[in-house]
């Protein structure tokens, strides 16, 4: 259907609703019951130092509260909650092993004769990738950011922060914790450019995640029952 102007909807801007109820909590509940005993498993029969897989895994661990504090105030769409949960077994297989030594990253360094283990440009792409749809979410939901070229540029801008501040995290913990462990959650690989490739795969992610996602992310916020613009708002002439 189509929003008429003095609905609720700005007359510059054509939208499109599918009018749904809100939908349960079946789908984020049935998802953190799955996520919960693969967090627990890999905690406890983790390959690498728990103290590593905590840090590598605390973005996704408070992720969860976040989203937990925030479920009656902000319900999300459907697809951010799976996204979630696929960034969090992207984390969890490279804490399970420390990203240096996962078995995939070793299997392509031989096969494809790589000269180091690159499952960690995977979880720095996939730290763009995913979260981009949360990032776009809030925005639309809670801001009077409407699409369009400059919405783009802030979604991104935000995920190359994130990126950049997480390596921030990364280079402090080699001064906070032991050297073993802060070195293994660096993951540099005696790169010396490891950081301008994680933030740069953050940002390409991030890209990626926007406009290859984009479609699913929109009709899973309509099933919300939220409007959908499909074109831009149209500037004002001045005289």
Known sequence: MRLKPGAGANPDVETSVIQAQRPGARLPIALLVLAAPVLALTLVFCRARRLNWLLEVAPALLGYVALAVTY??????????????LHTLVLVYGAFYTYAETPLGNWAKE????SRNHYDRVGHFALGFFPVCIIKEVLL???????GGWFTFIVLSIVLAIAAGYEFIEWGSTYV????????FLGSQGDPWDAQWDMLLGLIGGAAGFFLLGPIHDRSLAQLGLPIELTPPARSATV
């Not at 009656?72 to 951010?80: A, G, H, W, Y």
């Not at 096969?111 to 790589?114: I, V």
């Not at 914790?177 to 293994?184: E, L």
């Open 141 to 147: 939901r809670a801001t009077p950011l409407r699409r």
């Open 177 to 184: 914790f032991a050297s073993d462990v802060g070195q293994a």
């Open 72 to 85: 009656r105030r902000m319900r999300l769409s459907d697809f951010c909650y799976v996204v979630v949960f």
């Open 111 to 114: 096969a494809f004769h790589l």
